[in-house]
T-cell receptor, first 115, second 115 residues
Framework: AQTVTQSQPEMSVQEAETVTLSCTYD???????LFWYKQPPSRQMILVIRQEAYKQQNATENRFSVNFQKAAKSFSLKISDSQLGDTAMYFCAFMKRNAGNMLTFGGGTRLMVKP | DAGVIQSPRHEVTEMGQEVTLRCKPISGHNSLFWYRQTMMRGLELLIYFNNNVPIDDSGMPEDRFSAKMPNASFSTLKIQPSEPRDSAVYFC?????????????FGQGTRLTVV
């Protein structure tokens, strides 16, 4: 079974600054996918970024990027130029390849962006 | 497409009553998932359907919980009888499982309160 750990229950950052959210996971699988989802107060789960484990290059989506360290089983999310709209819960998630696209989530990090 | 549609958005019921949560997945998606979100346990997968067939229901907590997918455009999650500890946000998500690692799209969730 896979486990996903987010060690930071809460974080805050000043608007326009950069913040990094941590995620570690434990698996015996070699082929898998990792995701970061955002859950704003509206409750909607929104995909932020996705990483294939077989790709060494870190994924980037505009102001969001990841630092994927496969050997260390680490998958951190960096948010640059933080905006007030980034205030939300952020969940790291693991998906085993060829296993039905089921997600295993971490416990989440509550991020507050301060003006 | 309107996305994954869940109903109702909020449900308050008395202990012992039957509760039915409904989900309409995105048209064309062939995988459907029910997740539960609580403060204590975070986001956990309850059941996963592929092509309307239940594939993995190991996350269903008790026999009081049941889920059906009579066709590709509709699924229900039923709790009978409901208990206060069932209070949570229940999410439905769908994806196209043709490719591994494809994004799961979430509905806005149903907040269930059992009093």
């Amino acid at each position: 079974a896979q486990t996903v750990t987010q060690s930071q229950p809460e974080m805050s950052v000043q608007e326009a600054e950069t913040v990094t959210l941590s995620c570690t996971y434990d698996t015996s699988e070699n082929n898998y996918y990792l995701f970061w989802y955002k859950q704003p107060p509206s409750r909607q789960m929104i995909l932020v970024i996705r990483q294939e484990a077989y790709k060494q290059q870190n994924a980037t989506e505009n102001r969001f990027s990841v630092n994927f360290q496969k050997a260390a089983k680490s998958f951190s999310l960096k948010i640059s130029d933080s905006q007030l709209g980034d205030t939300a819960m952020y969940f790291c998630a693991f998906m085993k390849r060829n296993a039905g696209n089921m997600l295993t989530f971490g416990g989440g990090t509550r991020l507050m962006v301060k003006p | 497409d309107a996305g994954v549609i869940q109903s109702p958005r909020h449900e308050v019921t008395e202990m012992g009553q039957e509760v039915t949560l409904r989900c309409k997945p995105i048209s064309g998606h062939n995988s459907l998932f029910w997740y539960r979100q609580t403060m204590m346990r975070g986001l956990e997968l309850l059941i996963y359907f592929n092509n309307n067939v239940p594939i993995d229901d190991s996350g269903m907590p008790e026999d009081r919980f049941s889920a059906k997918m009579p066709n590709a455009s509709f699924s229900t999650l039923k709790i009978q009888p409901s208990e206060p500890r069932d209070s949570a946000v229940y999410f439905c998500a769908s994806s196209l499982s043709r490719g591994a690692g494809t994004e799961a799209f979430f509905g806005q969730g149903t907040r269930l309160t059992v009093v």
